[in-house]
């Protein structure tokens, strides 16, 4: 089976911006989560989906949204974005509950 | 909520020495513990993991080691070799959400393998 798949793989914004990223599951895998890492940082949870629903929600201010499709692929979204909002963003999918994670390649996003 | 912590958080081992990195948590209801490598450019990719069920497991020079009475887990690698320089992740299955668990990151360990 193809791995995760992550588009793009890198990106520049300027502040006040936003931006989309997208990733494609594992094929039979339901479920995405999203994380953002930064330099020096381990992985910070934002969101996970399932079946279309959020399943899952971290600690992350309303500008980071989510969305996910029929067919599992999944979008994140960063509105007005911020300078320390420029780190690696990285999807994983997982076929149902209580898992293994299997990580994509990540976006890696730097605002000016 | 629960909390990992990973210890150290850099590690630099001569190549062909051992490298032990350990992880400790507080939620005794935590059954199930992964361990991550991250490449340079990459995301993580699992190694190994272990469900509570057993106190270890190996998988040629990658072992991990779980105390569910002290409650902390270990990953163990022999005989390093230079690709085995990375940063590695533990988690474990956290919050509980709708049947759901969601895991928990340790902070990672940067390893260096020196020549």
């Known amino acids: 089976k193809a791995g995760v798949t992550q588009t793009p793989r890198y990106l520049i914004k300027t502040r006040g911006q936003q931006v989309t990223l997208s990733c494609s599951p594992i094929s039979g895998h339901r479920s995405v989560s999203w994380y953002q890492q930064t330099p020096g940082q381990g992985l910070q949870f934002l969101f996970e989906y399932f079946s279309e629903t959020q399943r899952n929600k971290g600690n992350f201010p309303g500008r980071f949204s989510g969305r996910q499709f029929s067919n599992s692929r999944s979008e994140m979204n960063v509105s007005t974005l911020e300078l320390g909002d420029s780190a690696l963003y990285l999807c994983a999918s997982m076929e149902g509950t209580r898992e293994t994670q299997y990580f994509g390649p990540g976006t890696r996003l730097l605002v000016l | 909520g629960e909390n990992v912590e990973q210890h150290p958080s850099t590690l630099s081992v001569q190549e062909g020495d051992s490298a032990v990195i350990k992880c400790t948590y507080s939620?005794?209801?935590?059954?199930?513990f992964p361990w991550y490598k991250q490449e340079l450019g990459k995301g993580p990719q699992l190694i190994i993991d272990i469900r509570s069920n057993v106190g270890e497991k190996k998988d040629q020079r990658i072992a991990v080691t779980l105390n569910k009475t002290a409650k902390h887990f270990s990953l163990h690698i022999t005989e390093t070799q230079p690709e085995d320089s990375a940063v590695y992740f533990c988690a474990l299955n956290g919050v509980e959400v709708d049947s759901n668990y969601q895991l928990i990151w340790g902070a990672g360990t940067k390893l260096i393998i020196k020549p």
């Open positions: 939620d005794s209801a935590s059954n199930y």
